[in-house]
């Protein structure tokens, strides 16, 4: 079984920075994770994706901006975000993809004035 936990979500104004982690519990972090994210009212969608060798991918809404990153032997994944929009207001949600994907319980991202 695995647990993800999700933290660092909060308010930040824009052009502001936050960074998120995951801290994962029950397996080794040598798959590929990702984070994602569900605005009000809109579909969920992936944000970033880092695989076993660090290789990464990023949706081109966040290319520039965002950086993911792993601490494996912490079993941590994080998210470093700059410059944030009012568009990346969501919740952020980490994932673990093995055989199934196992899901974090998100962690709320407001970027306001």
């Known amino acids: 079984q695995v647990q993800l936990v999700e933290s660092g979500g909060g308010l930040v104004q824009p052009g502001g920075s936050l960074r998120l982690s995951c801290a994962a519990s029950g397996r080794s972090m040598f798959n590929l994770m990702g984070w994602y994210r569900q605005a009000p009212g809109k579909q969920r969608e992936l944000v970033a994706t880092i695989g076993s060798g660090d290789s990464t991918n990023y949706a081109d809404s966040v290319k520039g901006r965002f950086t993911i990153s792993r601490d494996n032997a912490k079993n941590t994944v994080f998210l470093q975000m700059n410059s944030l929009k009012l568009e990346d207001t969501a919740v952020y949600y980490c994932?673990?993809?093995?055989?199934?994907?196992?899901w974090g319980q998100g962690t709320q991202v407001t970027v306001s004035s």
């Open positions: 994932a673990f993809h093995s055989s199934r994907v196992y």
